[in-house]
């Protein structure tokens, strides 16, 4: 039934946070929305881990008792863990019933995911959200269901990637500039996520290839074909997004994560990022011991890159820290698997080795908080604190008892240290809603800025007007 510790993940981390009592009970739909369908789709179709519909069963039947088993004992062949300690046997009991009620059901593995999994009223919505004094939310663009990264064109479109949704949206501005139309560019792909632009054309990383959509912004609109750019990455499901950037050296960098929670890496292709030519030649591992980075950004001033990378899971709730790094020279290790958060040895790989030998991490972001995209603050509009300093879209824990993440963070930093590390955007996470997930960051010309969300398939804007 589950072949990872993600797949386990869609089945466990509905409950964590969940302890009798303290909040007023969600049916089993919006429990599954709110947690599990990241890993198994909006629709149980099946996404990182496999179709909760119908399919063959590795651990027996999908009856309500079997999975009660399954969810309470885990699979630890499988790397599942056991939940029954973290979560009441109602709990448990209330998403077996609803899985078992769909186990039979024939699902589309093309399925789209809801935009939406449940409706709020917009006021209701942006009232729930704290900013610091002067700052304003409200939403961009909806419909772009499973949202992830964003790159903007010199004309102010903003371009798309999309997880399960197998999308590419452009974002077109309305007259007011105040929001935006939702245009699909191509469908069908393979959790296209990353998105970026060189030269005119817009890059799409998907998990076995990246693609090339030349002139963009004037084709964007007609479904426009595209180029496959010829490079060899792995194609492992697991971790095996592919995020894209485009280096001020007019080079490509793409990562390739761990295919493992925790795995020896240094021998293979995975756990590294690389950089290429534009047509996919040259490739080149510029940095190793990164077990899966979901966010770069390229300093302002400087052109280093800065990049998030998500820590093992199965420590515990507190450990190890999620990262932020910086790629000061060609071939540094970042520590994966030996060393997490610059100072946890593995109790498996990190036997002979020290944290000592690898390159520290600028700042620990706090442990399965799940750090995505990033973005340096290059605009005009905000104040001038926070000009070359890091927005991060922390993504949210699934694997905590009580979840953490679910914001976006400001970075500021003196040099390639933090200074400090605070909430700006909070509200994602409302006691145990889950009413988003925020995954990039990007600024517009006007200084104002982008927040994606896929759990809602939202865009959210920040504006700054003193106030």
């Known amino acids: 039934m589950y072949k990872t510790a993600l797949q386990a993940a869609a089945i466990g981390m509905a409950f964590a946070s969940f302890a009798a009592g303290a909040a007023p009970a969600l049916t089993g739909q919006q429990l599954y929305q709110a947690n599990c369908a990241v890993c198994h789709g909006a629709g149980m179709e099946g996404a990182v881990g496999p179709t909760l519909g119908q399919h063959a069963w590795l651990h027996g039947e999908p009856t309500k008792a079997n999975l009660i088993k399954i969810i309470s004992k885990g699979v630890p062949e499988k790397n599942m863990p056991a939940w029954s300690p973290a979560l009441s046997s109602a709990q448990i009991a209330l998403l077996a019933d609803y899985i078992a009620a769909n186990a039979n059901k024939k699902l589309s593995a093309n399925a789209t995911p809801a935009a939406a999994p449940a409706a709020r009223p917009a006021t209701d919505l942006l009232s729930g959200f704290t900013l610091p004094k002067g700052f304003r939310i409200s939403v961009y ?176 709730d507190n450990t190890p820290s999620c990262e932020l790094n910086v790629l000061t020279k060609f071939g540094q290790h970042f520590g994966f698997p030996y060393c997490h958060g610059g100072v946890v040895p593995d109790p498996k790989f990190g036997q002979g080795r020290t944290c000592e030998e690898f390159v520290e991490p600028v700042a620990k972001l706090g442990p399965h908080v799940a750090p995505l995209g990033l973005s340096f603050y290059t605009g005009k509009q905000f104040p001038e604190a926070y000009r070359n300093n890091i927005f991060v879209a922390e993504h949210g824990s699934w694997n905590r008892s009580t979840k953490i993440g679910y914001n976006v963070r400001l970075i500021t930093l003196y040099g390639n240290k933090m200074v400090s590390d605070t909430s700006f955007i909070d509200g994602f996470l409302r006691g145990d809603e889950v009413v988003g997930r925020p995954v990039d960051v990007v600024t517009l010309d006007d200084g104002s800025l982008l927040v994606s969300d896929d759990y809602a398939g939202r865009i959210f804007r920040v504006i700054y007007d003193g106030k």
């Open 141 to 316: 663009a909806e419909g772009a269901a499973t949202a992830r990264s964003m790159v903007v064109s010199d004309s102010g479109i903003v371009y798309v990637g999309s997880r399960k949704a197998g999308k590419v949206y452009a974002l077109v501005p309305r007259a007011d500039k105040q929001s935006a139309d939702v245009v699909t560019i191509a469908e069908g792909l393979e959790n296209p996520i990353g998105v970026t632009l060189l030269n005119g054309a817009l890059y799409v990383g998907e998990i076995s290839r990246v693609i090339r959509f030349d002139n963009i912004d004037q084709r964007y609109a007609q479904k426009p074909s595209y180029e496959v750019v010829k490079v060899s990455l792995p194609n492992d499901k697991w971790h095996g997004e592919k995020i894209i950037k485009a280096s001020p050296d007019g080079k490509l960098v793409i990562p390739v994560g761990a295919p493992c929670n925790i795995c020896d890496t240094d021998d293979t292709k995975s756990a590294k990022i690389y950089r290429m030519n534009a047509d996919g030649s040259q490739l080149e591992e510029i940095a190793r011991g990164v077990r899966n980075t979901v966010g770069f950004a390229f300093h302002p001033t400087t052109k280093q890159l800065w990049f998030t990378d998500n820590g093992r899971d199965e420590m515990g």
